[in-house]
Each structure stands twice: as structure tokens, then as C-alpha cells.
């Protein structure tokens, strides 16, 4: 499937999502119950569009003990399409039969205790405003009931908040909200097209944590902005914090927020560079 497929197919899910799938809220009850004595078990991990989070990124390179670019390069693919405002990331599936994926075995999932967002919340998607074609006033949570899928059969119901309690989906939930405000901001929703060096930053302060981290602790980065020493302790030895403050620093480089503070002396050099550019233009 080529990546104008892949986004193409997506983006028809979507559609077809608002349009027919009945909208479940926390206290809506559903039965299912996945284990290894299901006949499918395992079906489903494969030949599905897995988007990867920088925090599910964080957790799976973390857990398989390896950079966040050994990570990007061997598990996953960055599809371009014309309509993308910023780059996505996907995990890549095994070239093989059932396009299964590269962390699945006779025995489950490889990577269970760190599974990405969506795993974890199958057979359970979430929908949100402004992240589909059409607005929505509020989210709403929907079953994804595929045919091969015979955990359904099972007897054993629960709410959707229950659900989302047994499989741990609290703290992605709090970690994607710093990702859905940067992805959600309204620069993105007008007709700004990032351009090439822009695209790089984003992809890398977002996905690529550990070259991030590079970056700016083999720069001149803090010689520039006023960053206090405990913060520089944090984002040094802690991904999670390296994550939210690469966040912070792309809402001042993208959006012209003030999330970072320029060093005075810095500010005044370049204010004096301006003024003396202008006098020679004139």
C-alpha cells in the first residue's frame, strides 16, 4: 500500500466513523475480553495503521533499550501526503504475510508493559474535536468491532472508564495532551505550510527525543536562553521532561510564543544587528 493509500484509507475511516459508529461516553457498557485462549489472539496485531505519539516513542525505544534513532529507523515510517500540516509518524509493519507487527509473538506482545497508546486502548477509539475532517463539540469513544475479532464473544463487560483504568491509559492520556495542543494549535488549522527546515525541527524535537537532547546540550542552545540549572538537570536524565520542554521550545520557534526567554545580552545584539542592517539598507 502505497502512502497516499495508507492516508487515503484513513482518512475514510474517519468519515465513516462520525457518520455511523454509535458514540459510547465513560459509562457506556461493552463486552469484550482479549487472552490467549481466544481463537484469534494475535489476529489483529498486524496489517493496521499504528500513529505513534512522541510519548509512545519515549516508552517503546525505552523499553527495547535502544536511541530514539535506532528506534525510528528500524520500527517505524513517516508517510507524506499534501494535506499533513506537520510530520506523523507510524509504526512499520513486518514484511510478511499477515504484515504483522515487528513486536508480536506465539505468546503476545513483546513490548506489552510499554504498548502503544492505541493497543492499548483496542478494541476502544477516541474521537476529538479538531482531529477529524468534520468538528465535533465533544469527544466520544466508539467501538471498533472488526469481524475476526472473537474477543467480543466473550463474557465479560465493563464500562469504558473501567477499560481505560485496566489498561493503564491514564498517564498516555496526560502525556498526548501536551502533543493534541501543539497538533491542535491554530496555526495548523489556517493555510501555513511548514517549510522543509521547520518540518526537520518538528520531527525531531517531537519523535527523535535522544538527537533532540543533543542538540542542545552540544550547542550553543543554552548560551542563548535563560534555562535554569534544575530544568537543565531534569531534561538531561528525564525523557518524559525533555519531551515537554521540546514542546514548549517549538510553540516559541514555530508559533512565536513566548515560551523560552532570550537572554538579554543576546536580544540587545540582535536588536543593535537589526537597527545597523536597516541604517545600511536605507
Not at 525505552?62 to 513517516?78: D, P, Q, R
Not at 466508539?142 to 472508564?161: A, I, W, Y
Not at 518538528?202 to 548560551?223: H, L
Not at 542563548?224 to 531534569?234: A, M, V
Amino acid at each position: 500500500m502505497s502512502n497516499d493509500e495508507r492516508m487515503n484509507e484513513i482518512a475514510r475511516l474517519r468519515e465513516t466513523i462520525l457518520k455511523e459508529y454509535p458514540r459510547l461516553s465513560e459509562n457506556s457498557h461493552f463486552k469484550f475480553k482479549c487472552h490467549p485462549g481466544v481463537s484469534c489472539f494475535n489476529d489483529c496485531c498486524g496489517d493496521v495503521n499504528i500513529f505513534l505519539t512522541p510519548y509512545d516513542i519515549i516508552r517503546l525505544k525505552n523499553s527495547l533499550g535502544i536511541s530514539s534513532a535506532e528506534f525510528l529507523e528500524k520500527y517505524t515510517l513517516s508517510p507524506f501526503d499534501k494535506n499533513l500540516k506537520y510530520p506523523v509518524v507510524l509504526l512499520k509493519m513486518n514484511d510478511d504475510e499477515k504484515k504483522s507487527c515487528p513486536f508480536v509473538s506465539a505468546e503476545g506482545c513483546r513490548v506489552y508493559n510499554d504498548r502503544p497508546w492505541s493497543c492499548r486502548m483496542y478494541p476502544l477509539g477516541l474521537a476529538a474535536p479538531g482531529e477529524t475532517s468534520q468538528e465535533l463539540d465533544n469527544e466520544f469513544y466508539f467501538l471498533l468491532k472488526e469481524s475476526v475479532c472473537r474477543g467480543f464473544d466473550e463474557d465479560h463487560e465493563q464500562t469504558v472508564s473501567e477499560w481505560l483504568a485496566d489498561q493503564g491509559i491514564q498517564d498516555y492520556n496526560r502525556m498526548g495532551e501536551y502533543f493534541k495542543d501543539l497538533t491542535l494549535h491554530e496555526y495548523f488549522r489556517g493555510e501555513h505550510i511548514l517549510p522543509p527546515e521547520k518540518i526537520e525541527m518538528f520531527f525531531t524535537a517531537c519523535y527523535n527525543i535522544d538527537t533532540f537532547r543533543d542538540k542542545i546540550f552540544n550547542s550553543s542552545f543554552f548560551e542563548k536562553f535563560e534555562i535554569d540549572d534544575e530544568t537543565k538537570k531534569k531534561i538531561k536524565e528525564d525523557d518524559v521532561e525533555l519531551m515537554i520542554f521540546a514542546f514548549q521550545w517549538l510553540r516559541f520557534a514555530l508559533f512565536n510564543e513566548p515560551t523560552m526567554k532570550i537572554k538579554s545580552d543576546i536580544l540587545s545584539a540582535r536588536q543593535e544587528e537589526l537597527k545597523a542592517k536597516g541604517k545600511l539598507e536605507k
